[in-house]
């Protein structure tokens, strides 16, 4: 039996993902109690229809002995056999912010309460903290649109195997935040800049001209050579400890050019060697698996610095 645990943050999707796992078979319910995880998983294993794959949101409405027995609950119910994944979705609390006043709905954790918006967010932040690390996968939905985020779940989440480790290396600029859902960070800004060449500024990392200004400098493929070693080095560690997935992030400035073409190289490299490589430009909204064969499609050109 599968079971898939959503929780995070208040508006930052649960619903969405619930839903999506929903759309592609799973049984799902929306906002259960944490103590009854273990019925549900009775209930539904001996039912005449036989659910295999189950889906269930847990957010900070719960009691709160609850949440501080969640843990044990899981390791409870992985000892009976049961595939479970915690998926965590979490967004920056000024976008969180955000949402609320434009849509003008309310926090869960103020109703009946005298809290402000800023308190509940954070005082759920901290209520979840232990759901959150024993997250199997963190997902970032600050710059994520609804579509993108069904796309997410039904690719990461409900395609995993749960003896696999899924790698995703990601490209990202630091004018826009680190990911919050990245497990390791490197930074490129020390390497040469193709966006003070205007010629090159519309450009990305994964168009020829890039590629050719950036394997010019000896300085560039140090940095390659050194990140490839390294996660190649602790690459096992990670698997033999059971992890289902691992985000490797290489930033620059804008996201669009240094960064781009290490994440490219990286992740066709490694998907050499590993099963499930998964490449995400995020400033250029470009996420895909990598395959032994797979082609990079060009991406559309963009101003922003990198």
């Known amino acids: 039996m599968q079971l898939v645990i959503i929780s995070g943050r208040s508006g930052s999707g649960k619903s969405i993902a619930l839903q999506a796992l929903e759309d592609i078979g799973y049984y799902a319910i929306d906002n259960l109690p944490a103590m009854l995880l273990g019925s549900l998983v009775d209930e539904l294993r001996d039912s005449p229809a036989g659910h295999s794959a189950i889906a269930v949101s847990v957010d900070a409405r719960n009691l709160p002995h609850a949440l501080e027995r969640f ?131 519309s450009a990305t990392g994964r168009d020829a001209s890039i590629i050719e200004f950036l394997e010019q400098y000896p300085l560039v493929e140090a940095m390659h050579s050194d990140i490839l070693n390294w996660v190649e080095r602790w690459l096992p560690a990670y698997r033999d400890s059971h992890r289902s997935y691992l985000t490797v992030a290489i930033g620059c400035t804008g996201g669009q050019h240094r960064s781009v073409y290490l994440a490219e190289r990286l992740a066709h490299h490694l998907a050499q060697q590993q099963p499930d490589v998964r490449l995400r430009h995020r400033e250029l909204g470009i996420h895909t698996p990598i395959g032994h064969e797979a082609e990079s499609p060009q991406a559309p050109p963009t101003s922003k610095e990198s």
Not at 86 to 97: E, G, K, M, P, Q
Request: one cysteine or more; proline letters at 5%; aromatic letters at 6%.
């Open 71 to 201: 843990p044990r609950l899981l390791e409870e119910l992985r000892e009976r056999g049961v595939d479970c994944q915690v998926i965590y979705l979490t967004t920056d609390a000024r976008i969180l912010i955000e949402r609320y006043s434009a849509t003008r709905r309310r926090h869960p954790l103020t109703r009946g309460s005298n809290m402000t918006l800023k308190e509940a967010i954070e005082t759920e932040h901290a209520t979840l903290s232990g759901i959150r690390n024993l997250a199997d996968l963190v997902i970032d939905t600050s710059r994520l649109s609804v579509h993108d985020l069904r796309g997410r779940i039904a690719d990461q989440v409900a395609s995993h195997r749960a003896d696999q480790l899924t790698l995703t290396v990601e490209s990202f600029g630091f004018k826009g935040g680190v990911p919050l859902d990245a497990d390791i960070v490197f930074d490129a800004r020390c390497l040469p800049n193709p966006y003070w060449d205007p010629r090159l500024r």
